[in-house]
């Protein structure tokens, strides 16, 4: 009877931990910053970037799903706009000094739900910290474009061949693909605008 009331009062105890548990937050490796960038309407003559816009900074994984489910899904986005999951302090662009030796692995999908389904194993495979090479990887971004929406994954130090292949491969995986695909430099995408593979996996 005694050890019966026992085992109740532990129930009731561990029933209580978990609900309490679930209320709680459930706080990520880091923080992560949501961008967007509508180039739907471009101004005349307005330089690169003026129309990037830093939108969340989050570190839980209620407010990624709650960010996700409402915002950032690239289906919602309208032509000629992008959608980027960054480290938070780190900006989308090659002028940052996280990025300025980077470069991206690039996959182009055909149609929409393809583009929401690899964005959304991405971001969680990035927020779950599922790359061996973390450090490398500086965010990810999804476009809209007439001729093939696209995702690139930028990483940090584009001459370290072991470490891009590494994540290649890793994504390849995450995302489902087995065509393959292409890493470019921003260094070479900086100097012409149609630039050459460095690497492929
Ligand atoms: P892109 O990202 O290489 O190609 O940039 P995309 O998005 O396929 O091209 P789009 O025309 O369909 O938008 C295209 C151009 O934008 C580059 O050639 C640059 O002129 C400019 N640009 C892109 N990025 C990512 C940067 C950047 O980080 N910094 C600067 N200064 N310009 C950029």
């Not at 960038?37 to 307005?46: E, V, W």
């Not at 002028?95 to 959304?120: F, H, I, Y």
């Not at 994540?167 to 100097?191: A, C, L, N, P, Q």
Request: net charge neutral.
């Amino acid at each position: 009877m005694a050890t019966e009331a026992a085992t109740e009062v532990t129930g009731a105890v561990v029933a209580e931990a978990v609900a309490e548990t679930a209320k709680q937050p459930h706080r990520l490796e880091r923080k992560w910053t949501f961008w967007f960038d509508n180039q739907s309407k471009p101004k005349q003559g307005a330089a690169w970037g003026t129309s990037l816009r830093k939108a969340y900074t989050f570190e839980t994984v209620e407010e990624f799903w709650c960010l996700y489910d409402q915002i950032f899904r690239p289906s919602k986005l309208p032509g000629n706009a992008d959608f980027h999951l960054f480290k938070a302090g780190i900006e989308p662009k090659w002028e940052d000094p996280e990025c300025a030796n980077g470069g991206k692995w690039s996959v182009t999908s055909n149609r929409k739900v393809n583009l929401d389904t690899m964005w959304l194993e991405t971001l969680m495979a990035l927020i779950g910290e599922q790359f061996d090479e973390a450090d490398e990887i500086c965010g990810v971004v999804a476009s809209v474009r007439q001729r093939g929406d696209k995702l690139a994954l930028w990483t940090k130090t584009a001459t370290n061949e072991a470490a891009q292949m590494g994540i290649g491969r890793k994504w390849k995986e995450i995302i489902d693909v087995t065509e393959k695909i292409t890493y470019t430099f921003h260094d070479d995408s900086k100097r012409e605008r149609s630039v050459k593979s460095r690497y492929n996996v």
